[in-house]
């Protein structure tokens, strides 16, 4: 089996659906560039993940990491396809090119990502981290740890890791444990132990740049007493040179369901040397920079394996003959309905959630580049909007395709041969990790929606209603009514929630995980309304026609999910948190 990365797709998102040149137009950080060049990066990020990447996607899995005395080797062929990846300069693709990055917008990163998690999810997780890890710095460090750090980073011999979760502190990182004394030095002694850091060791990079959550003598107690450090694992000189190895160790990694060839580590400080990354007391607000942008970097993962399901399965489908079709002829399983509508189920939420990363790239784009403040502002706002959507939406449908891969291939899924059940398990995770899928819910629903003064929902909806006033096609009016109906709905539900948030609470967020899913066929709607608004007469006909299967597809089939998942969420959950636990 193979992959191909879905580039016709990717490059009518960019230059047909988002215009980015035209989006882009104004922002000075990005006139040097053009679609002619954002398409031939992309066939060289495609050319890398086909032919480098996914031929050891599978031996990964099978070999996983290694560790033994504290320190973790990567499996066969990681370190080698590591140091191409960094010579080509893909770590640095949308990095400050006052620090060596190449400052590509992030709209196209999200499309080389994609095909990065879609050829080999364990591999793309250490670049991944390392991107997240160099924009908190960039955004909030001293000039002197910037001008240090950062260059080695964006050229990958220096990787970067998150330090937040420790064995009793999870989602609640105010009852963090580790602890960081002032050496009145310009340094910090950092002390603890944190848990589940992915790439926390590894033999790929001459140094791992540690981002730690920590606590100092007398700060505040919970979240508003946390700073954050950064801690490399070897230090470093004052020439930039590296030095002494830090107190900073690998007592384990994590022996796991899947992303195996991507060391999950418990890390050790024993007064490990770092430094203060922003204001004391201020780490959660420099470290959300970093979770927020890789919370979209795991919604991609889950589009990226969700789009390999797609590929092997209907590669699949189409080979393998079982039964007759409606002419009585035996038949290949993809002229069967409900396989159809397997991988059609598919393809229609890897599509919209490929359209929405996209977006939101470009959300991103202005929102740091963009010289209008209003822009930015704007941008920002939909950001956190969305931001939950996609970190759990595009996870749980990405896991979800993965289960309707499996299920097409039947007994053959199930086996490792075709490499489907490897993805359904490199998926779960990403369901779970960078916060869990309901706790993104909850965030959706209290802080986003019921809890907002600012508008955020109001200005997505908006968004949609202009998208539906300009649908003047043909092709596209059965799709907008159904939109309309949609967004009156959810919009209604958002009003009812809000007129009782504040005496029901803690009860309606039992409804938080069926209230995100409803805004995320919605989003998912609009952005199936933009792809058909986008079709022109001079696309090849084929091309159109599926494009126009799969919408009207999402229209009948998936868009009725608003109204009923509407219709529990107003239901509430009084019954069920006022039983005793025992009845649970």
């Not at 999810?121 to 740890?145: K, M, Q, R, V």
């Not at 600012?454 to 968004?463: I, K």
Request: charged share 20%.
């Amino acid at each position: 089996m193979s992959y191909r990365a879905p580039l016709e797709d990717m490059n009518f998102l960019l230059n047909q659906v988002f215009k980015i040149e035209d989006s882009l137009g104004g922002v000075e950080a990005f006139t040097d560039f053009d679609s002619e060049l954002y398409s031939a990066i992309l066939e060289e990020a495609a050319k890398f993940s086909e032919n480098v990447l996914f031929p050891i996607n599978r031996s990964g899995d099978e070999e996983g990491c290694h560790f033994e005395n504290g320190t973790v080797t990567t499996p066969k062929g990681f370190k080698e396809a590591y140091q191409e990846f960094c010579q080509s300069g893909w770590q640095g693709t949308n990095g400050d090119p006052e620090y060596g990055g190449q400052g590509l917008p992030k709209a196209l990163h999200v499309l080389i990502e994609e095909m990065i998690y879609s050829s080999n999810t364990a591999f793309c997780l250490y670049p991944s981290l390392t991107n997240g890890a160099y924009h908190a710095i960039h955004a909030h460090a001293s000039d002197e740890l910037k001008q240090t750090y950062l260059p080695p980073m964006l050229e990958g011999r220096w990787a970067g890791a998150m330090g937040l979760t420790e064995p009793h502190a999870g989602s609640d990182l105010g009852i963090i444990k580790t602890k960081a004394e002032n050496n009145n030095d310009g340094t910090y002694s950092i002390s603890g132990t944190k848990i589940f850091i992915t790439g926390g060791e590894h033999d790929l990079s001459e140094n791992i740049i540690h981002l730690v959550l920590a606590k100092l003598p007398g700060a505040p107690e919970g979240p508003k007493g946390i700073s954050l450090f950064l801690v490399p694992k070897i230090k470093v000189n004052a020439d930039g040179s590296l030095g002494d190895t830090n107190g900073v160790t690998c007592g384990s990694i994590e022996h796991k369901m899947g992303i195996k060839a991507s060391s999950t580590c418990v890390m050790n400080f024993d007064g490990a040397e770092g430094y203060l990354v922003g204001k004391e007391n201020r780490g959660l607000f420099a470290m959300f920079t970093m979770m927020n942008l890789e919370r979209l970097s795991i919604g991609i993962q889950g589009i990226g394996l969700g789009e390999t399901s797609y590929q092997l399965s209907k590669a699949y489908a189409s080979e393998r003959k079982q039964g007759r079709n409606a002419d009585g002829e035996f038949a290949s399983i993809d002229q069967h309905a409900d396989v159809r509508r397997m991988l059609l189920q598919q393809r229609v939420f890897n599509e919209a959630g490929r359209a929405l990363a996209v977006f939101m790239g470009l959300q991103i784009d202005k929102q740091y580049h963009h010289a209008d403040e209003t822009q930015r502002r704007q941008s920002a706002g939909l950001m956190a909007l969305l931001t939950p959507i996609a970190k759990a939406f595009f996870t749980d449908k990405g896991y979800e395709a993965c289960n309707h891969g499996v299920q097409v291939l039947g007994g053959h899924g199930y086996v490792r041969e075709w490499g489907l059940e490897q993805l359904v398990r490199d998926a779960k995770i990403a369901q779970i990790y960078e916060g869990t899928n309901g706790i993104q819910a909850q965030d959706f629903m209290v802080r986003k929606v019921c809890l907002d003064k600012d508008g955020l929902l109001d200005a997505v909806c908006e968004l949609i209603e202009k998208e539906i006033e300009v649908s003047t096609s043909a092709e596209s009016e059965a799709l907008k009514q159904a939109l309309q109906t949609a967004l009156s709905q959810f919009k209604s539900t958002s009003e009812w929630l809000k007129a009782n948030f504040s005496a029901r609470s803690y009860e309606l967020q039992g409804g938080a995980v069926d209230y995100l899913h409803a805004a995320g066929h919605l989003v998912y709607g609009w952005m199936w309304l933009k792809i058909v608004n986008s079709l022109s007469e001079s696309a090849a006909p084929n091309f159109k026609a599926r494009k126009l299967l799969a919408a009207n597809y999402y229209r009948d089939q998936v868009l009725p999910n608003v109204a009923r998942l509407c219709e529990k969420v107003e239901c509430g959950y009084e019954a069920v948190m006022a039983a005793d636990s025992e009845l649970i």
